[in-house]
């Protein structure tokens, strides 16, 4: 009896579909039946080759190698998933297989994974294509009825061999590059340098500002039994500003709405490494971790998604779900419609508890128990009823002054979801929710005179901008440009990396040495700095992933030419590898000794490019020691005697710079400081 061969993505995947299409004669690497024969690929089985697959003189790194473009491109087999290709090759190869059905992911690289495998065998036999988003039974049954023919989808398997060819072009070619000519060993990505760009410019906003204090008054305000408090903005005559708040004060402007808060959408991977992130300290990488254990022991759905939406065949399933948690007060089954959208469901659904969690989450304990428990609140949460509340914006003037007074209230009528999120925060995490005062604000009409009770001066400081952490860092890479996308296009991938490589991009850069973290910051490293440094900024920027997006959709829906993309990629590699060809940096061999270490009493040494300690990761020694630092310290260059100042005195004072922002020139002391990231600072206090 002749078969058809079902190739998923996952073995979890592959074996939701086979119990659906009635197949359960499990052997090894698959599963058989009468009709189907259902089996996996173990993520990419098929990679692009390395270099030195195609020249053996590729092992060795030269500058007048690059750039490699390959003219026929190789392909290999993972070692590790070798086992599992060569199933696949043989069930291929079967006589009694007469058909091919690819049920991979429904997206971009699902395609590419299938038509890898497909293209390594050679096979020949026809294919179809299973596009299907959500695993429930009714989902994959009426998906089946509806197979496509492979070939409908050639466009977007162009798309993802476009994507998959250019990030090669762009990896061997730039790390190689940017190493030769800096003497260190560097990685260069689309999506990786990017990401340390960001960190790295955070870093020197955070550098360059020049805190300052400011002063605004606060004043108490009376009417009838009521009281309320109203702030000034930033004043530059305070004395005058207190001496006029004695003519009296009035209601210049009220503006009153009615506000309606909705409920969070349920978790894609990333929002819940954010939150995960912010509530437990963990990291993206360890979410991800904890979330792939819930997921292969059926606690929740699959974790790797960018939708945070159900499909509608669905709703039903969710109902059950909500039900055994019994929050009939709370929500109405209405609600659910308002996560249930097909068309923001592309890969996967959202992430959810599993029914059966109901039952077996009660085993969980420790970090599982508490992504279970974050997971599923979000869920309800997401159909809970909205908060409803009503908004009060006053200015208060003042009577012969141009000074405006602002007070802000909120009256709640339905707390809604809020309510439900303070206890179940409370209960499930041991977290007591932040519970925003209510400020109540009296009835008010514009000109009415008010009775001041108060004033007094408050004194504040401007402040920097945070360091990023893994949860505002994950934010960043999802909006990184966005503004750019076209939004005449359905772009597939959007912001830099996607929700399942985002934590690993994370983790490449922490050990590369890029970047640390440290009490949540994420902070870059000299070497992450003289990295950035060398690169342009078309490498650097989120630009060239949005143009990218913009192109490989056209390519998916037929109206952008393949080759045109992928002649413009080898265009701006050999352009970048020419710029660079000639370009070194300043030499290290004029090395004078300037003293010694004060972190672990080794000398240090000064070249043209940097202060090191022999024992620090840059020193003759290659050691441990963190005593390092450029030379370049915000566009300033230490002369040698400021070098030697520096190691002796500790500071250096008045040492000119320019605002990259306003172009105006300030003074400032520069500071030794050993134990610190930067080694040397600025110090504005002084």
Same mark, same amino acid.
């Given at each position: 009896?002749? /078969?058809?061969?079902?190739?998923?993505?996952?073995p979890?995947?592959?074996?939701?579909?086979?119990?659906?299409?009635?197949v @359960?004669?499990?052997?090894?690497?698959?599963?058989?039946?009468?009709?189907?024969?259902?089996?996996?690929?173990v993520?990419?089985?098929?990679?692009?080759?390395?270099?030195?697959?195609?020249?053996?003189k590729?092992?060795?790194?030269?500058?007048?190698?690059?750039?490699?473009?390959?003219?026929i491109w190789?392909?290999?087999?993972?070692?590790?998933?070798?086992?599992q290709?060569?199933?696949?090759?043989?069930?291929f190869?079967?006589?009694?297989?007469?058909?091919?059905i690819?049920?991979?992911?429904?997206?971009?690289?699902?395609?590419?994974?299938?038509?890898?495998?497909k293209?390594?065998i050679?096979?020949?036999?026809?294919?179809?294509?299973?596009?299907?988003?959500s695993?429930?039974?009714?989902?994959?049954k009426?998906?089946?009825?509806n197979?496509?023919?492979?070939?409908?989808?050639?466009?977007?398997y162009?798309?993802?061999? +476009?994507?998959?060819k250019?990030?090669?072009?762009?990896?061997?070619?730039?790390s190689r590059?940017f190493?030769?000519?800096?003497?260190?060993?560097?990685?260069?990505g689309?999506?990786?340098?990017?990401?340390l760009?960001?960190?790295?410019?955070?870093?020197?906003?955070?550098?360059?500002?020049?805190?300052?204090?400011?002063k605004?008054?606060e004043i108490?305000?009376?009417?009838d039994?009521d009281?309320?408090?109203?702030?000034?903005?930033?004043?530059?005559?305070?004395?005058?500003?207190?001496?006029?708040?004695n @003519?009296?004060?009035?209601?210049k402007?009220v503006?009153?709405?009615n506000?309606?808060t909705?409920?969070?959408?349920?978790?894609?991977?990333?929002?819940l490494?954010?939150?995960?992130?912010?509530?437990?300290?963990y990291?993206?990488?360890?979410?991800?971790n904890?979330?792939?254990?819930?997921?292969?022991?059926k @606690?929740?759905?699959?974790?790797?998604?960018?939708?945070r939406?159900?499909?509608?065949?669905?709703?039903g399933?969710?109902?059950?779900?909500?039900?055994?948690?019994?929050?009939?007060?709370?929500?109405?089954?209405?609600?659910?419609?308002r996560?249930?959208?097909?068309?923001k469901?592309?890969?996967?659904?959202c992430?959810?508890?599993?029914?059966?969690?109901?039952?077996?989450?009660?085993k969980?304990?420790?970090?599982?128990?508490?992504?279970y428990?974050?997971?599923?609140i979000?869920?309800?949460?997401s159909?809970?009823?909205?908060?409803?509340?009503?908004?009060?914006?006053?200015?208060?003037?003042?009577?012969?002054?141009?000074?405006?007074?602002?007070?802000n209230?909120?009256?709640?009528?339905?707390?809604?979801?809020?309510?439900?999120?303070?206890? +179940?925060?409370?209960?499930?995490?041991?977290i007591?929710?932040?519970?925003?005062?209510?400020?109540?604000?009296?009835?008010?009409?514009?000109?009415?005179?008010?009775?001041l009770?108060?004033? /007094?001066?408050?004194?504040?400081?401007?402040?920097?901008?945070?360091?990023?952490?893994?949860?505002?860092?994950?934010?960043?890479?999802?909006l990184a440009?966005?503004?750019?996308?076209?939004k005449?296009?359905?772009?597939e991938?959007?912001?830099?990396?996607?929700?399942?490589?985002?934590?690993?991009?994370i983790?490449?850069?922490?050990?590369?040495?890029?970047?640390?973290?440290?009490?949540?910051?994420?902070?870059p490293?000299?070497l992450?700095?003289?990295?950035?440094?060398?690169?342009?900024?078309r490498?650097?920027?989120?630009?060239?992933?949005?143009?990218?997006?913009?192109?490989?959709?056209?390519?998916?829906?037929?109206?952008?030419?393949?080759?045109?993309?992928?002649?413009?990629?080898?265009?701006?590699?050999?352009?970048?590898?020419?710029?660079?060809?000639?370009?070194?940096?300043k030499?290290?061999d004029?090395?004078?000794?300037?003293?010694? +270490?004060?972190?672990?009493?080794?000398?240090?040494?000064m070249?043209?490019?940097?202060?090191?300690?022999?024992?620090?990761?840059?020193?003759?020694? /290659?050691?441990? +020691?963190?005593?390092s630092?450029?030379?370049?310290?915000?566009?300033?260059?230490?002369?040698?005697?400021?070098?030697?100042?520096?190691?002796t005195?500790?500071?250096?004072?008045d040492?000119?710079?320019?605002s990259?922002k306003?172009?105006?020139?300030?003074?400032t002391?520069?500071?030794?400081?050993?134990h610190?990231?930067?080694?040397?600072?600025?110090?504005?206090?002084?």
């Amino acid at each position: 009896m002749l /078969k058809k061969l079902l190739i998923a993505e996952k073995p979890s995947v592959a074996a939701t579909i086979a119990k659906v299409l009635g197949v @359960n004669n499990i052997k090894d690497g698959y599963i058989e039946g009468d009709d189907y024969i259902v089996s996996w690929a173990v993520g990419h089985l098929v990679s692009t080759s390395y270099p030195e697959k195609y020249d053996k003189k590729y092992k060795n790194w030269n500058l007048n190698d690059l750039p490699i473009i390959p003219g026929i491109w190789k392909y290999e087999i993972s070692r590790k998933t070798s086992k599992q290709f060569n199933i696949l090759k043989t069930l291929f190869n079967r006589s009694d297989v007469e058909r091919i059905i690819c049920a991979t992911d429904a997206g971009r690289e699902g395609e590419l994974i299938f038509r890898l495998i497909k293209n390594k065998i050679g096979s020949k036999k026809p294919a179809e294509r299973l596009w299907v988003s959500s695993l429930e039974e009714k989902a994959i049954k009426e998906a089946m009825k509806n197979l496509k023919p492979l070939e409908q989808y050639d466009n977007l398997y162009k798309a993802a061999d +476009c994507r998959n060819k250019s990030d090669w072009l762009i990896g061997m070619n730039y790390s190689r590059l940017f190493s030769i000519i800096s003497n260190e060993t560097f990685r260069v990505g689309r999506v990786q340098t990017p990401t340390l760009n960001m960190i790295v410019e955070r870093e020197k906003e955070i550098n360059l500002f020049n805190s300052r204090k400011y002063k605004v008054i606060e004043i108490e305000i009376k009417k009838d039994n009521d009281k309320f408090k109203a702030i000034s903005s930033e004043l530059s005559d305070i004395n005058k500003s207190l001496e006029a708040l004695n @003519n009296g004060i009035f209601v210049k402007k009220v503006v009153t709405k009615n506000k309606l808060t909705n409920p969070p959408l349920p978790f894609d991977l990333t929002t819940l490494q954010r939150s995960a992130n912010k509530i437990f300290g963990y990291s993206a990488k360890k979410t991800l971790n904890i979330a792939q254990n819930l997921y292969e022991s059926k @606690n929740i759905s699959y974790p790797r998604t960018d939708s945070r939406y159900i499909t509608n065949d669905m709703i039903g399933t969710i109902e059950e779900i909500i039900d055994a948690f019994k929050l009939e007060k709370h929500y109405k089954k209405e609600n659910i419609k308002r996560i249930a959208d097909d068309s923001k469901v592309t890969d996967h659904t959202c992430i959810l508890p599993t029914l059966t969690s109901i039952k077996t989450s009660k085993k969980l304990k420790g970090e599982d128990l508490n992504i279970y428990n974050l997971i599923t609140i979000q869920l309800l949460l997401s159909v809970c009823n909205s908060k409803k509340s009503i908004t009060t914006k006053i200015d208060i003037g003042v009577n012969d002054d141009d000074t405006i007074y602002k007070a802000n209230g909120e009256v709640v009528l339905d707390p809604g979801f809020k309510e439900i999120e303070t206890f +179940c925060m409370q209960k499930q995490l041991n977290i007591k929710a932040n519970k925003k005062e209510e400020i109540s604000i009296p009835n008010l009409k514009e000109g009415e005179k008010l009775h001041l009770i108060s004033k /007094k001066v408050v004194e504040r400081q401007t402040q920097p901008p945070s360091y990023f952490t893994e949860d505002s860092l994950l934010k960043a890479m999802e909006l990184a440009g966005n503004e750019m996308l076209d939004k005449t296009v359905n772009i597939e991938r959007k912001g830099i990396g996607t929700p399942a490589t985002r934590a690993d991009v994370i983790e490449g850069l922490i050990k590369a040495k890029y970047i640390t973290r440290k009490n949540k910051k994420l902070r870059p490293t000299i070497l992450g700095e003289k990295l950035i440094s060398l690169v342009p900024e078309r490498i650097k920027s989120p630009k060239l992933t949005a143009d990218w997006e913009n192109k490989l959709a056209k390519i998916s829906s037929g109206d952008y030419m393949a080759n045109q993309f992928m002649d413009d990629i080898k265009k701006d590699v050999k352009h970048t590898c020419n710029e660079f060809r000639n370009y070194k940096i300043k030499g290290d061999d004029n090395m004078k000794d300037v003293g010694s +270490c004060p972190l672990c009493g080794s000398r240090v040494n000064m070249s043209d490019t940097g202060v090191n300690c022999e024992n620090s990761f840059y020193g003759k020694n /290659k050691g441990d +020691c963190q005593f390092s630092f450029y030379r370049t310290v915000n566009g300033h260059y230490l002369t040698d005697d400021e070098v030697e100042e520096l190691m002796t005195a500790g500071f250096i004072d008045d040492i000119e710079f320019v605002s990259k922002k306003t172009g105006n020139e300030y003074t400032t002391r520069l500071v030794l400081d050993p134990h610190g990231q930067y080694k040397v600072r600025m110090d504005f206090n002084n």
